[in-house]
């Protein structure tokens, strides 16, 4: 069935997910803003298509991607969250938004098995050095296809480009982001701090 739900659309019932405070600010969790999500999950939409497919999200968060694949048509989605607060508010968003998705309590080390797609926002690596590259070797291990948002720098991008290679993976970065971090943490000093993210996306070869 084709999809019917507009861009514009989908951000406005993503905006009803919750942000969150996070609890450890090593974890560096940060919600993918609504507007950002939404893009995201369309240039996806329209690049693999989403009926059908069996997609994972590693540190889900409050679930903003992981529901959207769930209604942009996804057959089955999963969202790994390490954050129980966190994953009870993502479980109450997709029931609230009638959204079909897995919300797993624990580290991404416990999810086995094959999907069609991995879409993630993981965390960007600046306070635990590796962080990114923890979460796409996982993806690696979970999909042949992966999106995956990361800090754009060039030196990061090297090492994600460096990285993937060595695993076999080609890599593009499909579009750059001002993505907004708002003040939630102790060492922050701007009611919003802006970063630039790229979006990637890696096939394996």
Partial sequence: MKNRIKKWELA??????????PCHPSLEQYTTPAEIAADVLFIVLQREGLAGRHVVDLGSGTG?????????????VVGV??????VYAAREAARSLKASVEFVHGDI????????????????????KG??????????????????????DNKIRQLIKQFAAKRGFKSV???????PIPYSLPQHVKTVHRVRVDLWRFQYD
């Fill in 64 to 76: 903003r991607l992981a529901i959207g694949c769930a209604l942009l048509g996804a057959s089955r």
């Fill in 173 to 179: 970065i499909v579009k750059s982001y001002s993505f």
């Fill in 81 to 86: 969250e390490i954050e129980s607060r966190f």
């Fill in 12 to 21: 406005l019932l993503l905006a009803r997910v919750p942000d969150l405070v």
């Fill in 109 to 128: 080390a416990c999810i086995r098995g094959k999907f069609d797609l991995v879409v993630q926002n993981p965390p960007f690596g600046v306070r635990r």
């Fill in 131 to 152: 962080a990114d590259r923890r979460f796409l070797n996982k993806a690696f291990s979970l999909s042949n296809i992966v999106y995956s948002i990361h800090k754009s």
